[in-house]
Every structure is written in structure tokens, then in C-alpha cells.
């Protein structure tokens, strides 16, 4: 049987690599997709980094896998908990090839902390979104922590975007981009292995804040560093030939992206404030950001990943009180965390929450009504009702409503967080740039691409279809799932209605935790 080498390009964007290859820019990518095939791939929805990676390597979508984002509601509470890879309650590429005798290598796929024991190696994804690099506990053996040290996931912050922030950026990106390659390729020439996958993310951060200089026709263009992501993505292409050339002969290849990319324009949306004056929502005075803000300003960049492990509690806290701060319960049928990624709006459901106002009786009726104002607003392009969007056991992490934000003129609008004022509203000038809870001017969109080694007779993909792709190329069989394996098809897609089988015993973070750092600590949320 051949190998599969899955090379994960997070957000790298089709309607980018399609004209790049052809100009011959990308020559390793083009060179899989000239002898395979080169397929544009729908995300899940919202295309947001947990649920869609969780998609692509269980083949099942978020209301089967259960890891709908990197936070989660704490039921009968007004607060929230840091999820993780145990929250996954499917089984992942690498559980069911491990138990089948195949040995896998696993490096930087997000969702995946803590490291999972398989039949080889796994070196987790960022467990949140500040992380910098790895320590030992992303590491499964651990004794394979010396040779991988150097996995980083980010230089530098992402959310005070100052004078010289992009020129300092871009050359880290490059040197992450090469570090990350050599130390794969070391493995992959090293270990023996019948999958491996890696993931860059590179493309990702790149694309969120240099799409302003990339695009003449934004809203936002500035002038130079037109070429940066095109850079980066130059970069990424000679790291996906030394891959390809280190994974030798009888190797299937696959790359994939989790979602594309798009401009953002200069609208902003405030759900809370247009929540409040449709009598939705009432205000109260608070000062629930203080921590957060306070940490942010405090805790220097490179130690707020090894804090945020030790300290989950605090930051769970911290950001709860950010998120639910300042809204009179008592007085509230609805709100929103106002997440630009994942923007959403929750119901205080009676019975659900401490001080639930809307009935459970009504609350169909009261779901459906709201969709339909978010739609007539404008500013909304679709408002779903979680059911309508998700299948499976785990539909009720999911928030009530979730909502795709409307594109003006191609580029979109961005949701951020406010406490009164308009509901809608446009940047000023001096916020064009962006930075993580600031609204980031590239932002995701719901097509990614995939690129397979061997032509298939699809036009089309979703990130439900990798995994059975992988599954069915080795010849191992699948448990069930949504996607269609696109080579040497012989997997059954999943049947609504039936379940798939817990990958392992959910492990919340502790909450005995010390809170002597809070005033340093930053509290984590993925804003963009």
C-alpha cells in the first residue's frame, strides 16, 4: 500500500495559488496539481480554525466531533471554558490508522493539545490562540522533545499593530516557515511512517494582515509590501518540494486548506448594541475587561502561552468577564460574545441559564423571529438556527444563532465588541489596520482548496472528504463519517441519524488554579 503526506496550509486561498501557479511562482504546488488534481474545498461553517481542522481529520462535521471553537458556555453559568483536543469526540485520522497497525507522524495540527498516544509521534497544534511555541507537553513520545524544540507558531503578537509591526513580521514568518520545514523533513527521512501530516499557518497570518497591501481595490489598500503574502506563499511552496522530496517514492500527497481568504471592508458591526436597541438586550454599568485588559498590557508576548497552560482558570475567568461583563441578565432575551470569527448571537434561555428570560416553549419561535430581523438588517447576509447547520450529538455547543456577516463590494464587515453606541458603523482611518479583536483587514471565507497527487473524477470537495480520502488510499477501514473518499472510493458515508463513537474522555481545565497572576495574565480568545 502507498504512504499519504497530508501538508495542511491554513487559509491558503485558491483564487491566490490558481493564478500563482500558472504564472509559475508556486512550481511544487503546480507540479501535484499538473499530474493530480486541484479542487476548490468548502469549510464548515463558520470557517474557523478548530472546527475546521476538527472536520478534515474526522471527517465528520462540528456537530459530530463536538470542538465547535476554542471556547465553550459553561451551562448554568454566564461564562466560558477554554476548550481543547479532548473536547473532540471523534475519532481523528491518526486514532484509527494507529489502531490498525499504520504508523503516523502528526506536527502542528490545531485542536490537537494534549498530545494523543499513537502508533508513532504527535507534536500538538497551538492550544491557544497566543501561543508561541511548544513545550515538553505538546509532545507525544517525550522523548522526542529535544529534536522538535524549535516548532513555533508565531513571533511576535497579533493584536497592537504599531510603526514597523510589518516590517518586522514578515521576516519571522519566512524563518518560522523554514524551521518548521527542516524539522519535518528530519522526521520524515528519519521515522518510519505510513501518514504524516503537518500544518503551516503561516499563510493564515500573513493573509490576515497584509490583505490591505495586497489588494489595490480594498477599502483599506495602503501601499507597499504588495508582494508579502505572495512571499510567504512562495515560501510555503518550497517547503511543500522538500517535503515531497523527503517523503520519496510510493507517496500519495495531499494539501489542503482549511478555508480561504478575503478582504475586509471598512463596516462594523456591533450585535450587542443592535441586540440593545431592539429591546433585545439592556446595558448595566461594569468594569468586567479590567483583568484582561490589564494583563494584555502587562504580560510580555513570548511567556503568555506557558501562563495561559498554567493558569487556565484565571484566563477563563478573565475573558468570561470580558465577554458577559456589562449586560443586565434580568432584562436580556439575547446576546452575543461578538466574536468577528464566529460571529453568533445566544439566547438566555430559561432554565439554561441563571436568569433565563425566554421560555423554553417559545423557543423555537423566538429563534426563527430573530433570524429573520438579523436577516432584514442589512449588515447580516444569513442568520441560521444551530439546527439547521449542524447534524449529530453535540449540536448544543454550538451558539443558538449562527451568523454569516454580509460582504460590501466584495469585502466583508467585521463584528467587534462595544458596550452602547450604533449597532453599525465605520472605521476610522487610523483602525485600518487591524490587529486580533480590532477587526484584521484579510479575513476568512468559506472556500479553501485541495490538491491530491492523483487525479479524481470530482469537481469539487469538502473538508469532510480528507479523511476518507486518506482512509480509503491505505486501505484502512473507516469508522463512519460525512465525506466521500475521492481516490479508490469504498467508504460508506455516515447516514444521518447515526452517531460515531467518543474518541476519548473529556478533560476540562482545572479551576484550582492560582490566581496571583491575574493582573499579569493575559485572558485568550481568537478574535479574528
Not at 473532540?88 to 485542536?111: E, F, H, T
Not at 460571529?343 to 430573530?370: H, I, M, T
Not at 454569516?404 to 485600518?432: I, V
Request: neutral net charge.
Amino acid at each position: 500500500m502507498p504512504r499519504f503526506l497530508l501538508i495542511g496550509l491554513d487559509g491558503a486561498e485558491p483564487s491566490l495559488i490558481g493564478p500563482w501557479m500558472a504564472e509559475g511562482r508556486l512550481p511544487h504546488l503546480a507540479r501535484l496539481a499538473e499530474r493530480g488534481t486541484f479542487l476548490r474545498a468548502s469549510s464548515t461553517v463558520p470557517c474557523a480554525t478548530f472546527p475546521a481542522w476538527a472536520t478534515c481529520v474526522t471527517g465528520v462535521g462540528p456537530g459530530r466531533h463536538g470542538l465547535i471553537d476554542f471556547t465553550e458556555m459553561i451551562r448554568g453559568q454566564y461564562a466560558i471554558r477554554f476548550t481543547n483536543g479532548t473536547f473532540r469526540q471523534a475519532p481523528a485520522l491518526w486514532n484509527v490508522l494507529s489502531d490498525a497497525g499504520k504508523r503516523v507522524g502528526v506536527l502542528g495540527v490545531p485542536g490537537t493539545y494534549p498530545p494523543e498516544p499513537v502508533n508513532g509521534f504527535i507534536v500538538s497544534g497551538f492550544d491557544s490562540p497566543v501561543a508561541t511555541r511548544i513545550d515538553a507537553s505538546f509532545v507525544h513520545p517525550p522523548a522526542l522533545y529535544p529534536e522538535v524544540r524549535q516548532w513555533r507558531f508565531a513571533d511576535f503578537q497579533e493584536s497592537d499593530i504599531g510603526p514597523g509591526w510589518h516590517d518586522r513580521a514578515i521576516p519571522l514568518l519566512l524563518r518560522a516557515v523554514d524551521e518548521k520545514s527542516a524539522i519535518a523533513v528530519r522526521l520524515l527521512a528519519r521515522e518510519p511512517w505510513d501518514f504524516f501530516m503537518v500544518v503551516f499557518g503561516e499563510s493564515d497570518t500573513v493573509a490576515h494582515h497584509f490583505w490591505m497591501f495586497h489588494d489595490p481595490r480594498s477599502p483599506r489598500y495602503r501601499r507597499g509590501r504588495e508582494h508579502a503574502i505572495r512571499e510567504v506563499y512562495e515560501r510555503l511552496d518550497d517547503a511543500v518540494g522538500a517535503l515531497v522530496r523527503a517523503a520519496g517514492e510510493d507517496v500519495v500527497v495531499g494539501v489542503v486548506s482549511d478555508h480561504g481568504f478575503g478582504g475586509a471592508g471598512t463596516g462594523v458591526v456591533h450585535l450587542n448594541n443592535w441586540l440593545a436597541e431592539r429591546g433585545y438586550l439592556r446595558f448595566c454599568p461594569t468594569n468586567g475587561g479590567l483583568i484582561k485588559r490589564a494583563a494584555m498590557a502587562c504580560v510580555p508576548e513570548h511567556w503568555r502561552g506557558g501562563l495561559f497552560r498554567r493558569f487556565r482558570g484565571v484566563a477563563a475567568r478573565a475573558e468570561s468577564g470580558s465577554r458577559f461583563g456589562g449586560i443586565d441578565w434580568s432584562a436580556t432575551a439575547a446576546w452575543s460574545e461578538e466574536l468577528n470569527y464566529f460571529p453568533s448571537v445566544r439566547v438566555n434561555l430559561e432554565g439554561r441559564e441563571p436568569k433565563g428570560q425566554v421560555r423554553a416553549r417559545d423557543y423555537d419561535a423566538f429563534v426563527r423571529d430573530l433570524c429573520h430581523e438579523l436577516e432584514d438588517w442589512g449588515p447580516v447576509a444569513r442568520a441560521w438556527p444551530r439546527a439547521e447547520l449542524y447534524d449529530g450529538p453535540h449540536v448544543d455547543r454550538a451558539p443558538d444563532i449562527i451568523l454569516e456577516l454580509a460582504l460590501e463590494n466584495g469585502y466583508a464587515h467585521s463584528c467587534l465588541r462595544a458596550r452602547g453606541g450604533p449597532g453599525f458603523r465605520r472605521l476610522r482611518d487610523e483602525e485600518y489596520f487591524g490587529g486580533k479583536e480590532r477587526g484584521m483587514n484579510g479575513t476568512h471565507r468559506p472556500t479553501g482548496m485541495l490538491i491530491l497527487s492523483e487525479p479524481c473524477a470530482a469537481t469539487e470537495a469538502r473538508l469532510e472528504d480528507v479523511a476518507p480520502t486518506v482512509l480509503a488510499t491505505l486501505g484502512v477501514p473507516a469508522p463512519p463519517m460525512e465525506g466521500q473518499a475521492l481516490l479508490h472510493p469504498h467508504i460508506e458515508v455516515l447516514p444521518r441519524g447515526e452517531g460515531t463513537r467518543v474518541a476519548r474522555e473529556v478533560c476540562p481545565y482545572s479551576e484550582d488554579e492560582a490566581r496571583t497572576v491575574e493582573k499579569r495574565l493575559r485572558a485568550l480568545g481568537y478574535y479574528e
